[in-house]
């Protein structure tokens, strides 16, 4: 069965440093793998996605996450944060030819910039 | 593009009432529409897929005569939540997928926050 963790709960990091939010997925097959960003009281937004080719994904707002198929991993990062990144994150996966084209999202990673 | 809208943005009813949430996409066409409950800290649970003129296909354990899903059109699907309870209160969203595009595009509503008083 298809599943997402997303180990830590919140994230606290100062503006200016760097930043991780991490994930880990369980999937047979090759995953495709997203991250979705989402503030109070809206809809997700499309950060990025992983569906072959490079393990390094770039995406909106300067975030960027790595693919790591030894580790299962897909770990969101970006190298300086800014205030208006905190919000609630999600990592999220879907399996190659499942008919019914379902995506699994995990718990949810809330990210405190700090200034 | 790419944009998904729900109405109303935030709903508040009583007890027993019936609560329709629409789903538009508002610049493509949707065969496929699907719909999220998100209980406060806690991430999206799908409660159904729906596919244009034919009947939705709910998830174990969410129940078809509570949430009735109609997806009347290439761009609107619809929940109703009927009889709504308190326990009911919870944040819906909406995604849809485009008809053109293949499988992995899927766009998010801006959700709507019901309140059953």
């Known amino acids: 069965a298809q599943s997402v963790a997303q180990p830590e709960d919140q994230v606290n990091v100062a503006e200016g440093n760097p930043l991780t939010v991490k994930c880990t997925y369980s999937?047979?097959?090759?995953?495709?793998l997203f991250w979705y960003v989402q503030y109070p009281n809206r809809g997700l937004q499309f950060l990025l996605k992983?569906?072959?080719?490079?393990?390094l994904v770039k995406g909106s707002y300067g975030f960027e996450a790595e693919f790591n198929k030894s580790q299962t991993s897909f770990h969101l990062k970006k190298p300086s944060a800014l205030v208006s990144d905190s919000a609630l994150y999600f990592c999220a996966v879907r399996a190659p030819n499942t008919g019914g084209f379902k995506t699994i999202f995990g718990a949810g990673t809330r990210l405190f910039v700090k200034a | 593009g790419a944009v998904v809208s729900q109405h109303p943005s935030r709903v508040i009813c009583k007890s027993g009432t019936s609560v329709k949430i629409e789903c538009r996409s508002l610049?493509?066409?949707?065969?496929?529409m699907f719909w999220y409950r998100q209980f406060p800290k806690q991430s999206l649970m799908l409660m159904a897929t729906s596919n244009e003129g034919s009947k939705a296909t709910y998830e174990q354990g969410v129940e078809k005569d509570k949430f009735l899903i109609n997806h009347a059109s290439l761009t609107l699907s619809t929940l109703t939540v009927t009889s709504a309870h308190p326990e009911d209160s919870s944040f819906y969203i909406c995604?849809?997928?485009?008809?053109?595009?293949?499988?992995?595009?899927?766009?998010f509503g801006p959700g709507t926050r019901l309140t059953v008083l």
């Open positions: 992983y569906i072959t080719g490079d393990n």
């Open positions: 995604s849809a997928r485009p008809a053109s595009g293949g499988n992995l595009e899927q766009f």
């Open positions: 610049d493509f066409q949707a065969t496929t």
């Open positions: 999937v047979s097959g090759n995953p495709y």
